[in-house]
Every structure is written in structure tokens, then in C-alpha cells.
């Protein structure tokens, strides 16, 4: 009976949601007439089961198992009518930041997005492994949430954007849009208006999105800089990052300003120093480049103007530099495309700022674009490499999870013959080249367990080889000589 999924859902709501005594009246009738119920539920709910719950997912199932018309708005708007007003929750964690810790506030935040279904249940359901790559290591994830920015717009129709202020609450046109149980709390950084929220993707933990009040276009200069060390200094836990100003080469939403934040060590936080740099105008600030899969410098420093001005040169610089003996053309007559992807952390008041160069430039000979994935590495992954990639988080998706299951049960057996399997399995066919691989090195007869590490290991080189791909100053005699050019271009020394 409905009727009963309601009191179970105010109990839920009491439980985990800080639904208050006083509101269960006005919120219970509300659900009375959007269920269609004439009359609530007078007797008993198992209590103890509610209470043990760590998220949504088993009072969702019930509700949709009762009532197969209720779409995934539908259950959005149910959580929110249960959820605090965006009011009380940004009191809330105004009230856990100053009287507690900053640490403690993002956590509240994060924890309400899940009991209310704004973060979902499929967040659990990743496979991940840890590649041991040759110059470190780094994560392999196959993403069982949607795709990031799935949605594209053609026009500014409100909202303008999915990641627009005026999405809080809003019911939506169709499933992608849902944002009724969505809650933001606003910051002032830089003297700006910004707003924190969760993000649905849950990309990594407390991943959460900074995002401009305005609807304004993505940059990448100085100022994208002073704002993450200013939010380093209210969140000190996180780290804060963002994608370049170019299309191709990170986010998909290039029209609303914002960040990527989260209470993680990602790979590229314990990547060893290949060259220590020096400006001698800023001694107060080291410099280095990193040996890591993607050209990446770091910048240290206890002076946050400092690592601005450092920043500011080096995005300056890269914008505009080009070297023909590596390919790198910034810009011409039709669009810019060489920007920098950025990354900072704060640790015992020294901050520290990872610059990644990017260009998304396209010829004929590398369609994906010269820096980027090439064609015959399209079969596992065939997205944008953003700055989670370039940082050692290598999102893989969803389809993987089968067809690596498939790869493993060819690698496992004499009885598969592989254009038998590529004919049963069309999304096998992008995969001959990496089966043929597997074959050729480890032959067949494994068990279905050691098959699967093989596959997940080849997949790992794979990642590893777009990653490099990716990097501007390639792991090779000109690569490097190309390096040290645009380390002189900066007049930077080598200590
Ligand atoms: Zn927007």
C-alpha cells in the first residue's frame, strides 16, 4: 500500500533529512495529494529498517514497485519535499563551519545530496583498480554513473545551463534535468558571489562543484588562480581545480564558470620532481616540473601573490607559444588552442599549484586532435581527457564493465573463436586489436580471474598511452629539447 510508503518516507525523512515534527503534517499531505492517496496510514512501519538506512535506494525501489508511473523526477521531487528548504540547509552549514570545522560542513552537505537522492545509489557501483604505470601509479575507474554533462543544450531556454543557480528546485522536462532535491550554499570568494554544491557524478570523494553565480563563460587566467587559493583558505581539506578554456580538452560546459573540488589525494599529488626551476625575481616560490604522464610544473610557495604572478606568466606564456618540432600551434586566425589546465591544494599553510599545458588542436593525420586520444585508443575511451585524467583519475565508461567480461571470457577458454564472439558481440569488433594483443602475449587457457587482471592491466597501458598522448612535451629527445625552449622562453633557471 502507498499509503504506507508515505509514513516510512516521513520517518526517512526524520531519520535523515532533518525533517522537523512541526513540517510533517504540511509534508505529509503534500505527498497525500501528489501520490493520489485519499487517507494516510494509521498503523505501524518497521522503524529499525529505516533507521539503518544509508541511503535512498530501498524506500525508492518500493515506491516505483507501487506505482510504476512515477518517473525519476517524480522520486527527485518526492526527496525534496522531505529535504530542508535551501535556507535552513545553508544555515545549517554556516552554523557546522564556524562552530565546528569547514571539514564537518562540506560533509553535511555531501551527506544530505546522497539521503536525498541527489547523489545517487550507482556512486557504489564504480570498478576501480590501481595501475602500477611505469613512471607511477594511477587509478582506472569504470564509471557506472551517466556520462559528466551529458546534457546539451542548443539554446539558453531556462535554466540556462545545468549548472545555472536557478536549477535549485527545479522539477526539469525531462529525467537529465531533474534538480529538485538539489541543494547549494553560497560563498563569497574574491568578493564575488560563487555557490559550493555537490556534484551527481561523484567522481571522487566529497566531489563538489564552485560554481559562478553569473552564467559567464569559462576562463583561464590569473583570476581562476587568486580564486582557488582564496577558496583554499575556507576550505583548506579540498582541493580545487579547473578545466581549460578551450572545447575538447576537459569540461563540456564552457558557458558557466566553475570548479572541480574534493577531500582526495589524486596520483599526481605523489608524482616525484624530474627538474627543479628557479625564477630569480620570486625567490619566495619553488618551481619544478614533474615526472608524471602529462607535462605538468608545480608551483610551491607560502605567498599567494607569488604563485599568482608565477601562474599568470606561465598561462600567459603557453597561450601564446608555439614550437613546430612538437606541433604546438596556440592559435590562429580561427580560434584559440592551447590553454592550461590548473589544480591546487593547500598543506600546513604552503600552497601548491599544478599547471597542466593543453592544446586541442585538430589536423587531418590525428582527427581526435594532435594532443589527445588517437583513433585506435578509442575503443576505451572515447571522451574528453579533463583534468581528473590528467591528474591519475582515469574514467572509463560504463560499457566497459561488459565488455571486458567478454575480452576475459575469449582470453580464458580454447572454445571461443573470436569473429564467433565479435559476430554474437558487435561492441567487440573496436577490441581486436587489444584481444589479438592479449592472445599474442599471455595465450589462452586462464582462469576467468587471472584473464580479467590481464585485461584490466592491458587497459591500464592503454590509459597510460593516452595520457601521453595527451602531454605537450612528450617523453622523447624533442620533446624535451622543446621543453627546456619554453622553460627559456620563461626565463626560468634550471637549479
Ligand atoms: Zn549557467
Same mark, same amino acid.
Given at each position: 500500500?502507498? =499509503?504506507?510508503?508515505?509514513?516510512?518516507?516521513?520517518?526517512?525523512?526524520?531519520?535523515?533529512?532533518?525533517?522537523?515534527?512541526?513540517?510533517?503534517?504540511?509534508?505529509?499531505?503534500?505527498?497525500?495529494?501528489?501520490?493520489?492517496?485519499?487517507?494516510?496510514?494509521?498503523?505501524?512501519?518497521?522503524?529499525?529498517?529505516?533507521?539503518?538506512?544509508?541511503?535512498?535506494?530501498?524506500?525508492?525501489?518500493?515506491?516505483?514497485?507501487?506505482?510504476?508511473?512515477?518517473?525519476?523526477?517524480?522520486?527527485?521531487? &518526492?526527496?525534496?519535499?522531505?529535504?530542508?528548504?535551501?535556507?535552513? &540547509?545553508?544555515?545549517?552549514?554556516?552554523?557546522?563551519?564556524?562552530?565546528?570545522?569547514? =571539514?564537518?560542513?562540506?560533509?553535511?552537505?555531501?551527506?544530505?545530496?546522497?539521503?536525498?537522492?541527489?547523489?545517487?545509489?550507482?556512486?557504489?557501483?564504480?570498478?576501480?583498480?590501481?595501475?602500477?604505470?611505469?613512471?607511477?601509479?594511477?587509478?582506472?575507474?569504470?564509471?557506472?554513473?551517466?556520462?559528466?554533462?551529458?546534457?546539451?543544450?542548443?539554446?539558453?531556454?531556462? @535554466?540556462?545551463?545545468?549548472?545555472?543557480?536557478?536549477?535549485?528546485?527545479?522539477?526539469?522536462?525531462?529525467?537529465?534535468?531533474?534538480?529538485?532535491?538539489?541543494?547549494?550554499?553560497?560563498?563569497?570568494?574574491?568578493?564575488?558571489?560563487?555557490?559550493?554544491? @555537490?556534484?551527481?557524478?561523484? +567522481?571522487?570523494?566529497? +566531489?563538489?562543484?564552485?560554481?559562478?553565480?553569473?552564467?559567464?563563460?569559462?576562463?583561464?587566467?590569473?583570476?581562476?588562480?587568486?580564486?582557488?587559493?582564496?577558496?583554499?583558505?575556507?576550505?583548506?581539506?579540498?582541493?580545487?581545480?579547473?578545466?581549460?578554456?578551450?572545447?575538447?580538452?576537459?569540461?563540456?560546459?564552457?558557458?558557466?564558470?566553475?570548479?572541480?573540488?574534493?577531500?582526495?589525494?589524486?596520483?599526481?599529488?605523489?608524482?616525484?620532481?624530474?627538474?627543479?626551476?628557479?625564477?630569480?625575481?620570486? @625567490?619566495?616560490?619553488?618551481?619544478?616540473?614533474?615526472?608524471?604522464?602529462?607535462?605538468?610544473?608545480?608551483?610551491?610557495?607560502?605567498?599567494?601573490?607569488?604563485?599568482?604572478?608565477?601562474?599568470?606568466?606561465?598561462?600567459?606564456?603557453?597561450?601564446?607559444?608555439?614550437?613546430?618540432?612538437?606541433?604546438?600551434?596556440?592559435?590562429?586566425?580561427?580560434?584559440?588552442?592551447?590553454?592550461?589546465?590548473?589544480?591546487?591544494?593547500?598543506?600546513?599553510?604552503?600552497?601548491?599549484?599544478?599547471?597542466? @599545458?593543453?592544446?586541442?588542436?585538430? &589536423?587531418?593525420?590525428?582527427?581526435?586532435?594532435?594532443?589527445?586520444?588517437?583513433?585506435?585508443?578509442?575503443? &576505451?575511451?572515447?571522451?574528453?581527457?579533463?583534468?581528473?585524467?590528467?591528474?591519475?583519475?582515469?574514467?572509463?565508461?560504463?560499457?566497459?564493465?561488459?565488455?571486458?567480461?567478454?575480452?576475459?571470457?575469449?582470453?580464458?577458454?580454447?572454445?571461443?573463436?573470436?569473429?564467433?564472439?565479435?559476430?554474437?558481440?558487435?561492441?567487440?569488433?573496436?577490441?581486436?586489436?587489444?584481444?589479438?594483443?592479449?592472445?599474442?602475449?599471455?595465450?589462452?587457457?586462464?582462469?576467468?580471474?587471472?584473464?580479467?587482471?590481464?585485461?584490466?592491466?592491458?587497459?591500464?597501458?592503454?590509459?597510460?598511452?593516452?595520457?601521453?598522448?595527451?602531454?605537450?612535451?612528450?617523453?622523447?629527445?624533442?620533446?624535451?629539447?622543446?621543453?627546456?625552449?619554453?622553460?627559456? =622562453?620563461?626565463?626560468?633557471?634550471?637549479?
Amino acid at each position: 500500500m502507498l =499509503s504506507i510508503t508515505v509514513e516510512k518516507l516521513i520517518y526517512y525523512g526524520k531519520c535523515h533529512l532533518d525533517l522537523m515534527m512541526e513540517d510533517e503534517m504540511y509534508v505529509r499531505n503534500i505527498l497525500l495529494h501528489f501520490l493520489n492517496i485519499d487517507e494516510p496510514y494509521d498503523g505501524e512501519i518497521d522503524k529499525e529498517s529505516i533507521e539503518n538506512m544509508t541511503s535512498p535506494i530501498d524506500i525508492i525501489k518500493e515506491l516505483k514497485s507501487l506505482n510504476d508511473k512515477l518517473s525519476d523526477n517524480d522520486i527527485d521531487f &518526492i526527496f525534496s519535499l522531505l529535504t530542508p528548504r535551501p535556507k535552513e &540547509i545553508i544555515m545549517k552549514f554556516n552554523d557546522i563551519y564556524e562552530s565546528q570545522n569547514p =571539514s564537518d560542513a562540506i560533509e553535511y552537505l555531501y551527506n544530505l545530496s546522497i539521503y536525498n537522492n541527489y547523489i545517487k545509489e550507482e556512486r557504489n557501483k564504480n570498478i576501480e583498480w590501481v595501475f602500477e604505470g611505469d613512471i607511477s601509479n594511477f587509478l582506472v575507474s569504470i564509471n557506472m554513473m551517466k556520462t559528466e554533462n551529458t546534457r546539451k543544450k542548443d539554446d539558453e531556454s531556462y @535554466p540556462k545551463c545545468e549548472l545555472c543557480s536557478s536549477n535549485v528546485g527545479y522539477y526539469g522536462k525531462n529525467n537529465d534535468d531533474s534538480k529538485s532535491n538539489l541543494r547549494i550554499v553560497p560563498l563569497n570568494i574574491m568578493n564575488e558571489e560563487w555557490f559550493l554544491e @555537490p556534484s551527481a557524478y561523484a +567522481h571522487y570523494n566529497k +566531489h563538489m562543484l564552485l560554481v559562478s553565480k553569473e552564467h559567464t563563460s569559462v576562463y583561464t587566467n590569473k583570476k581562476t588562480i587568486e580564486i582557488e587559493l582564496d577558496f583554499l583558505d575556507k576550505f583548506p581539506h579540498l582541493f580545487i581545480g579547473a578545466n581549460p578554456d578551450i572545447e575538447r580538452v576537459g569540461t563540456k560546459n564552457l558557458n558557466h564558470m566553475h570548479f572541480e573540488c574534493g577531500d582526495d589525494t589524486l596520483p599526481i599529488m605523489n608524482a616525484k620532481i624530474r627538474y627543479n626551476l628557479k625564477k630569480k625575481e620570486i @625567490p619566495d616560490s619553488e618551481i619544478s616540473y614533474l615526472d608524471w604522464y602529462t607535462s605538468c610544473f608545480m608551483i610551491k610557495s607560502r605567498n599567494k601573490n607569488s604563485i599568482a604572478t608565477l601562474a599568470e606568466l606561465f598561462i600567459q606564456s603557453f597561450d601564446n607559444y608555439d614550437d613546430d618540432s612538437i606541433n604546438l600551434t596556440s592559435k590562429d586566425d580561427k580560434a584559440k588552442y592551447s590553454s592550461v589546465a590548473t589544480l591546487a591544494i593547500k598543506t600546513d599553510d604552503i600552497y601548491i599549484l599544478y599547471l597542466i @599545458p593543453r592544446n586541442n588542436r585538430i &589536423i587531418s593525420a590525428y582527427p581526435n586532435g594532435i594532443f589527445n586520444t588517437r583513433n585506435e585508443n578509442t575503443n &576505451i575511451k572515447d571522451d574528453y581527457i579533463s583534468l581528473k585524467e590528467s591528474c591519475g583519475l582515469f574514467f572509463l565508461p560504463s560499457r566497459l564493465n561488459e565488455e571486458i567480461m567478454l575480452i576475459g571470457d575469449i582470453i580464458s577458454t580454447n572454445y571461443y573463436s573470436i569473429s564467433d564472439m565479435i559476430s554474437k558481440n558487435n561492441s567487440l569488433e573496436k577490441h581486436l586489436q587489444l584481444i589479438n594483443n592479449l592472445l599474442l602475449k599471455y595465450g589462452r587457457k586462464k582462469s576467468k580471474e587471472t584473464a580479467l587482471e590481464l585485461v584490466k592491466y592491458e587497459i591500464g597501458k592503454l590509459c597510460e598511452k593516452i595520457l601521453s598522448n595527451t602531454s605537450i612535451f612528450k617523453d622523447t629527445i624533442d620533446g624535451q629539447i622543446a621543453l627546456f625552449k619554453f622553460i627559456d =622562453s620563461l626565463m626560468l633557471e634550471v637549479k
